[in-house]
């Protein structure tokens, strides 16, 4: 019986649902399920859009800004009355935007991904600065609070179901065309996916705006759900997006990474800071726990990789 | 086939979207929902018995909001069957405050005092949990009104500013000259009104003073606002006086001052905590710091929050035991804790927040 990294992580995500069901109470009132149902895709998509990008052992660091800026040009387009669908068009340009920009330093002049993203935070943050001068945009329509707060056929909350949506699509485009088994090639040895005939810029192009894709129905979701938006929208989420992609399995050198693994470790992050919150924890102690299993799991990946080398190297010795 | 199965997925998708199945509502839990919300008639999720009132700050983790964890700690010692919960994000961001808040309401608490980081973003939530039966309040910084059933307030922002310019015209000791003023984060509804009050006093009665820029966002960090104030004397070597508002901007402010050697020639008065204050009240590189007690602003939302919870409200002049007297504007929901407090080198160190 052997388990992948992503499904002993499966595993860990539903023990951590089962014990706080135990001890919190009220974790498992209708309530807050679906109370978690409606936190959960903001940081999900941001945590996506950071793993695909690790895939390739960059990193983004402006994806926060990215998701904060689109939310500002829906937020535009809403309060000069505009309707929903020119809104939500041009939060995917604004994004789309950032991304090409990203894209295009770091795959056709080569810059590192982290100068780069790094730049383009303050840069992202600027231009919401400008736009804004540090207040918020609020007031949207009804309809479109729906994006963030309705139910999906009266069953589910709908940005669970956006979620879902974009987690099967990015798991389909990771492992079923060209273009991801490219960015999987790249993330483990540019050089040499360069000499087999792949347009390695391209491909990293597509990766940016991808992120920066899935930052914009991020930024979509959040702005509905909190009826603003504001320069530092979601910027909590930005390191988190880099732990949960780690978390899931993903090598932050790059090469390999599952969106499934990222999904599970998005959930675990969201059973237990909604469950220590139940449980009356500080919310120094509830970064503390997630710090904590971090390490811990990283640990044992590293060992148990660590141990199949050991393994291998063996059996090679005893072939030999 | 696969392309067939998400074709059609995808199909199903957009038409259960396109027929409008998007509601306000789930279907499922509706009933559960209104058999829960009983608000204070229910059991609380602590199981224990008395009140439980959730304070949300902006954040947690610095100085003055410690300040005032202590002081609604306090409060929940001292008065009979209440139970506090001061809980809020490790970072001043909006959407991690919003999540705190809906955790409160999945503990079904009886009274949620928040100080939003955003006014507009908590407005959702704050439905949500009324419509759950909890009592609604904002504290530190104001947020819908509509929405809340009393607003506590440490000072009027009007006085303050107004007050904290004064003290900076008495620090430079002249009425002519150039200043500059920092800020936490440019949409702080509360830091705003204060420098807008301060700019109709320099306005008003000190036509001598120039302010060289726009206000200078310090983001809530002490070693932004050093960074940007050594620039600015940089820039501005005439450069006189600086009004910082937010607890960290007018320590940094005064590092940089300090850093320079110009405690004489720069005036610095902002709104910091005494304690913080104290090494650079010192040596005059911070002037005066003008603030209020924390402490006693948490105490007096406790305070409030078991009286709003009993059903009584707030009246103008009223005695609250260990905060003092408060004023309660004409609204009869804005409680206003009491006058501002200067905090100099001669009183710094009796407080211990």
């Not at chain 1, 590192?112 to 918020?136: H, W």
């Not at chain 1, 991801?180 to 940016?208: D, H, I, P, Q, W």
């Amino acid at each position: 019986m052997k388990l992948s990294k992503e499904s002993i992580l499966g595993l860990i995500a539903l023990g951590t649902f089962f014990i706080l069901a135990l001890i919190a109470p009220g974790f498992l009132s209708s309530n807050n399920i679906t109370s978690m149902m409606f936190q959960l895709p903001e940081f999900g998509l941001i945590a996506l859009a950071m793993m695909v990008v690790i895939v390739t052992g960059g990193i983004d660091l402006s994806i926060t800004y990215i998701a904060a800026l689109s939310g500002v040009g829906a937020a535009l387009m809403l309060t000069n009355g505009y309707g929903i669908l020119p809104a939500i068009i041009v939060a995917i340009l604004f994004a789309l935007a950032c991304g090409a920009f990203n894209g295009f330093v770091i795959s056709k002049i080569g810059v590192s991904p982290i100068l780069v993203t790094l730049g383009t935070m303050v840069l992202f943050e600027g231009i919401i600065l400008a736009i804004t001068k540090g207040n918020s945009i609020s007031g949207f329509s009804d309809g479109y609070s729906l994006i963030g707060n309705g139910y999906y056929l009266g069953l589910v909350p709908l940005s669970i179901v956006i979620f879902v949506l974009f987690a099967i699509i990015t798991a389909v485009l990771l492992s079923k065309t060209s273009w991801g088994r490219s960015v999987y090639m790249y993330g483990s040895n540019e050089t040499a996916t360069l000499f087999s005939g792949v347009k390695n810029s391209r491909v990293l192009m597509k990766v940016y705006l991808y992120a920066s894709l899935l930052a914009a129905i991020s930024a979509i979701i959040m702005t509905s759900r909190y009826n603003s938006v504001k320069v530092d929208l979601g910027s909590s989420y930005l390191l988190q997006s880099v732990a949960a992609a780690v978390l899931g399995g993903t090598n932050i050198h790059g090469g390999y990474g599952k969106v499934i693994g990222t999904v599970y470790a998005v959930m675990i992050f969201q059973f237990i800071r909604n469950g220590l919150n139940l449980l009356g924890f500080h919310s120094s102690l509830v970064d503390v726990v997630i710090g904590a299993i971090l390490i811990l799991v990283l640990a044992m990946n590293f060992f148990s990789d660590k141990f199949k080398k050991v393994a291998e190297t063996r059996k090679a010795e005893k072939a030999a | 086939m696969k392309k067939l199965y998400l074709l059609l997925i995808a199909a199903l998708l957009l038409v259960g979207i396109l027929a409008g199945c998007v509601a306000e509502n789930s279907g499922s839990s509706d009933s559960e929902g209104e058999a829960e919300a009983g608000g204070s008639e229910g059991e609380s999720a602590g199981g224990e018995e008395g009140l439980d009132i959730a304070v949300v700050p902006k954040l947690v983790g610095i100085p003055y909001f410690n300040a005032s964890e202590s002081g609604a700690n306090e409060a929940g010692e001292d008065l009979e069957g209440v139970n506090v919960n001061y809980t809020g994000p490790t970072q001043a961001d909006a959407s991690a405050q919003v999540k705190v808040i809906e955790d409160l309401i999945s503990k079904n608490v009886d009274v949620i005092a928040v100080a939003p980081n955003d006014p507009a973003s908590v407005e959702p939530v704050l439905k949500k949990a009324k419509e759950d039966g909890i009592h609604v309040m904002d504290w530190d910084t104001p947020a819908d009104k509509e929405l809340v059933d009393i607003s506590v307030k440490q000072v009027d922002d009007e006085e303050f500013g107004r007050h904290m310019a004064q003290k900076l015209v008495e620090a430079m000791g002249t009425e002519e000259g150039e200043i500059a003023i920092l800020t936490g984060g440019l949409s702080a509804a509360n830091l705003n009104l204060w420098i807008e009050a301060a700019q109709k006093e320099f306005d008003e009665n000190y036509p001598g003073i120039e302010i060289v820029s726009e206000k200078i966002p310090t983001d809530e960090k002490q070693q932004v606002a050093y960074q940007k104030t050594l620039d600015l004397l940089k820039s501005y070597p005439d450069l006189k006086g600086v009004l910082a508002v937010s607890t960290p901007a007018p320590l940094g402010a005064a590092q940089a001052v300090q850093e320079e050697g110009l405690q004489d020639e720069v005036s610095v008065v902002g709104s910091a905590l005494p304690t913080d204050s104290a090494p650079f009240l010192e040596d005059g590189s911070l002037d005066t710091a003008v603030l209020w007690d924390p402490g006693k602003l948490g105490y007096l939302t406790v305070a409030l929050g078991k009286m709003l919870a009993e059903g009584e409200m707030p009246e103008d002049g009223q005695e609250i035991e260990g905060v003092g007297e408060i004023t309660v504007k004409e609204d009869g929901k804005t409680v206003i804790m009491g006058p501002p407090a200067d905090f100099t080198k001669e009183n710094a160190a009796d407080f211990d927040f």
